[in-house]
Each structure stands twice: as structure tokens, then as C-alpha cells.
């Protein structure tokens, strides 16, 4: 005869609710964001390290020489998303570096937008414009959205 403990029956629960919660896909948001540019970027491919790379002001041009003006969205699960997946920080991590560089003089700081349409506007008639959105661009919209490799 097998005595069920109270300690076996809470692991038991706690196993049975991981199980349940994998079970259930992740809301649309959660996804990575997609990452566009604006038309003049001969660039189609970025890797993850090149993407740090460009937003913690590593690199400063793209292969057509114009400077890379970085835009950020400001929505906040957007924001977490890119932060976290391509940048291994918070979105406070994110802005309290760029805070720094612009102090000590080796930066500008990102553009910052609210509102998805502006910023896929200003990329759209900005040379060198990267930023990222929740999902692909809307249909006649000039943008090169990148595809992103390891």
C-alpha cells in the first residue's frame, strides 16, 4: 500500500500545472519583433550579434556608408521583447546605456516612438532608419525588413 504525503501530492499539482501551461502557445506578442530598415540599406540580413552591435553603438554605418539612426518602439511588451531577446537587457538597461554614451560623448541617443506608423513613417523616409514592430510592416509600406540570422 502506497501512503501519498502531503509533499508528494503539492509536486504532483506543481507538475501537472507546468504541463498544463505548456500546453497553451504563447500570445502573439511574445514573439520576437521584426526588424525593419529604411529602402536605401543594402543590408538584407542581420545576425543577433550585429544587431547588438548596432544598438549598443557599436557599429555606426551600414555598407552604403549612411550612419545608422537608431529608433526604438515604445511599447512595452515590444520593447521587453527586442530588449531581452537581441540586447540581453531591460529596456531601463537599454536606456540608462544609452544615457551614459550620450553623456560622455559617444552617442546619440535612439528616437523614440510610441505609435508603430510613425515609426515605420520615419524609417520609411529616413536614410540609414533601423527599428523593430510587433509584427510584419503593412502592405505598401517602403521598407527592407530584415531577416535575422544566428
Not at 114 to 136: C, P, R, V, W
Request: net charge positive; charged share 20%.
Amino acid at each position: 500500500m502506497t501512503i501519498v504525503t502531503k509533499h508528494h501530492f503539492n509536486a504532483f499539482l506543481l507538475f501537472l500545472l507546468l504541463g498544463v501551461c505548456l500546453m497553451f502557445p504563447k500570445p502573439a506578442i511574445s514573439g520576437d519583433p521584426v526588424l525593419i530598415g529604411s529602402p536605401d540599406i543594402f543590408e538584407s540580413t542581420l545576425t543577433k550579434k550585429e544587431i547588438r552591435n548596432i544598438y549598443l553603438g557599436k557599429k555606426k554605418k551600414w555598407l552604403n556608408g549612411h550612419a545608422i539612426k537608431l529608433t526604438v518602439n515604445d511599447t512595452p511588451e515590444v520593447q521587453i521583447s527586442f530588449t531581452s531577446v537581441y540586447l540581453q537587457k531591460t529596456p531601463a538597461q537599454f536606456i540608462t546605456f544609452w544615457k551614459n554614451m550620450v553623456f560622455v560623448g559617444q552617442g546619440r541617443f535612439p528616437k523614440f516612438f510610441s505609435n508603430e506608423k510613425e515609426l515605420i513613417d520615419y524609417i520609411q523616409s529616413t536614410d540609414g532608419a533601423i527599428g523593430f514592430i510587433s509584427t510584419d510592416p503593412p502592405e505598401g509600406k517602403d521598407v527592407r525588413r530584415f531577416i535575422i540570422s544566428d
